[in-house]
């Protein structure tokens, strides 16, 4: 009997690792994701005649006081079914600027000139202060760039990996004792 309140034990100090190891995840990430949320782009003027869209007049606002950096803009409106080709890229932005820039889309995709103007969506991807690259469409939650790695190349997994190993070795031993 003392054997089974053991193993309970054990996993129920298991699952309380893995909560606090889920929260600090998501509090680091909402940490990281704090300038981020700072960023927004809007389109001020567009130039679209004969129904195409050529050019598009834009601003980012940088509302927080750390830089950005190669921030890259696109339109990704509802002039056409895929993202334009046309991007604009500015090397850094500083805390509290907001610059403004003309892009030039080539080809210049369909467009009625009876578009509001806030129906223009822009996709700003940039770099902040600590070095993490994010992507921002309009005024939606920004989303981290991430260039995905082998679990065994990424440090965290791999000890993630061992941990849940070692854990079930010790389960399975743990069993094997009691019979």
Not at 45 to 72: C, E, G, M
Not at 77 to 84: L, M
Not at 88 to 96: A, C, E, S, W
Request: with cysteine; aromatic share 8%; net charge neutral.
């Amino acid at each position: 009997m003392q054997g089974w309140a053991s193993v309970l034990a054990f996993l129920a100090a298991g699952g309380l690792l893995c909560f606090e190891l889920w929260r600090n995840r998501r509090e680091r990430a909402d940490t990281a994701a704090a300038q981020a949320r700072l960023i927004f782009s809007r389109v001020t003027r567009y130039h679209a005649p004969n129904d195409h869209l050529q050019s598009v007049k834009w601003t980012v606002f940088n509302y927080s006081a750390a830089p950005i950096f190669d921030v890259s803009v696109k339109v990704v409106a509802p002039v056409a079914a895929e993202p334009s080709t046309g991007d604009t890229v500015i090397d850094v932005i500083r805390g509290g600027d907001e610059p403004e820039e003309i892009l030039t889309l080539d080809p210049p995709p369909q467009f009625s000139q009876d578009t509001p103007i806030h129906d223009l969506k822009l996709e700003v991807t940039f770099t902040d202060s600590a070095g993490l690259n994010w992507r921002r469409v309009d005024r939606k939650i920004p989303t981290r760039v991430i260039r995905r790695r082998a679990w065994w190349a990424d440090p965290a997994r791999l000890a993630a990996t061992a941990v849940a190993l070692g854990v079930a070795g010790v389960v399975i031993g743990l069993f094997a004792l009691m019979q």
